[in-house]
């Protein structure tokens, strides 16, 4: 007996509802401000490149901007039935049992099916799963995931989708912007396309419980700003690898900058040790 069976075509649910109810709840709870919004493209493949201050960037650019994005997401995050299915397939499971069997077939069954269509769901309002610090079986299968994920998005991006990615690589522990890795500016070169630079201020650690507990969550505001696109034909000269370092050494100043308001700049710079 399958609950989700894949002879049926799933519905799938449009991605401008929940665009509208993040946007909603977010804007009842923080104060957002964003400018440079004339910086995104109507058309085209673009990377927009931000720091990572906390949970909320995501849905921040997700909702707020006026074009789809796609982002890059753990695979787990794609996957949530595979804690369950490994559960319930551990020799010391209670469903161990050859007196189970059944039931086990159908919940895995039904399982791989839900894990089916909400992958898809996922895809369908703009995440990319991704398994990061993948290794396999050895270097060269490992060499070989990241050179096939590269042209994926290559491919994302010449198809006239706008990606975004966090160069740091994760979330700041410290609320300090950490330095940068040149995987966007690289792919930007290979797609041809523009690369955004962007900077969000204020979200750290705002969508953490205590945040809501002590009420500082409430009206906190929350500033993302976006620069001028730097475009193809302004991309460095060079050799691929020296042109992304380089540009990646000036995208991290611009997003550094559009975090950091002026009055605050001089201070702020002097403790940010990683620039």
């Known amino acids: 007996m399958e609950i989700f069976p894949q002879s ?35 058309t085209g493949g673009a990377v927009l490149v931000c720091n990572h201050t906390d949970a909320l960037d995501v849905p921040i650019q997700g909702v707020f901007l006026p074009r789809k994005i796609t982002f890059l997401g753990k695979y787990e995050l794609f996957n949530p039935q595979e804690p369950i299915l490994q559960m319930i397939r551990d020799k010391n499971s209670p469903l ?20 089916d269509y909400y992958a898809k769901q996922m895809k369908l309002w703009g995440g990319m799963p991704v398994i990061r610090s993948f290794q396999g079986t050895d270097a060269k299968a490992a060499v070989a995931y990241y050179e096939k994920l590269e042209n994926y998005m290559v491919d994302i991006l010449k198809s006239g989708e706008i990606l975004s990615i966090y160069p740091e690589g994760t979330r700041t522990e410290t609320g300090l912007m950490g330095p940068f890795k040149a995987m966007a500016a690289k792919i930007a070169i290979r797609a041809k396309v523009p690369l955004i630079p962007s900077g969000i201020s204020g979200a750290w650690k705002m969508s953490t419980t205590q945040a809501f507990l002590s009420g500082a969550a409430f009206r906190t505001k929350i500033t993302y700003n976006i620069g001028n696109p730097i475009p193809p034909d302004q991309f460095p000269n060079d050799s691929e690898k020296k042109s992304a370092k380089m540009l990646t050494e000036e995208l991290e100043k611009r997003v550094y900058y559009l975090t950091t308001h002026w009055e605050r700049r001089g201070s702020s710079r002097r403790f940010a040790t990683v620039l």
């Open 8 to 42: 049926i075509e799933p519905f799938f649910i449009p991605r401008d509802i929940p665009v509208f109810l993040f946007k909603t709840l977010i804007e009842n709870i923080y104060k957002i401000e964003i400018t440079g919004m004339e910086n995104i493209p109507k």
């Open 96 to 115: 161990a049992s050859p007196l189970f069997a059944p039931l086990v077939s159908i919940l895995e069954e039904n399982l791989k099916n839900f894990g």
